[in-house]
């Protein structure tokens, strides 16, 4: 498959796929005139690199990643559901502090004590 086809199959831009290409993290084999040709293997770690790189994983975590072999591995993937983990927490108080304003009786959010409560990280741990 072509490069152009790849791209879009995974949903990234072309030159992304080159710049994985140039680190080593997916390299397709190259066609007789040198273009870059995605096997079916290939499109399978380049959607497994796409789904660690939305979950937030940078290349170099990816890498360890993709071998279950690697030293590190399960160190990284822990540090990633932490860091999702505290995400969710953000995003639920957000979701809390907005369900919230909407019934919110204070004709300015900042004359709520409520209100004003959110985004408190309270005192440290
Ligand atoms: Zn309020």
């Given at each position: 498959m072509r490069i152009a086809d790849a791209a879009r199959e995974i949903g990234v831009a072309e030159h992304v796929l080159r710049h994985w290409d140039d680190i080593g993290a997916v390299s397709p084999e190259r066609t007789a005139a040198g273009h870059r040709d995605y096997s079916d293997e290939h499109l399978h770690r380049l959607r497994v690199l796409r789904a660690c790189q939305e979950v937030g994983m940078s290349l170099a975590e990816i890498r360890l990643v993709?071998?279950?072999?690697?030293?590190?591995r399960t160190e990284v993937i822990t540090r990633q559901r932490e860091h999702l983990r505290a995400q969710r927490e953000r995003l639920e108080d957000a979701e809390r502090f907005l369900a919230h304003v909407i019934d919110?009786?204070?004709?300015?959010?900042?004359?709520?004590p409520e209100c004003s409560l959110y985004g408190d990280p309270g005192p440290p741990a």
């Open positions: 993709l071998h279950r072999d690697e030293s590190g919110c009786r204070h004709d300015l959010l900042t004359r709520c």
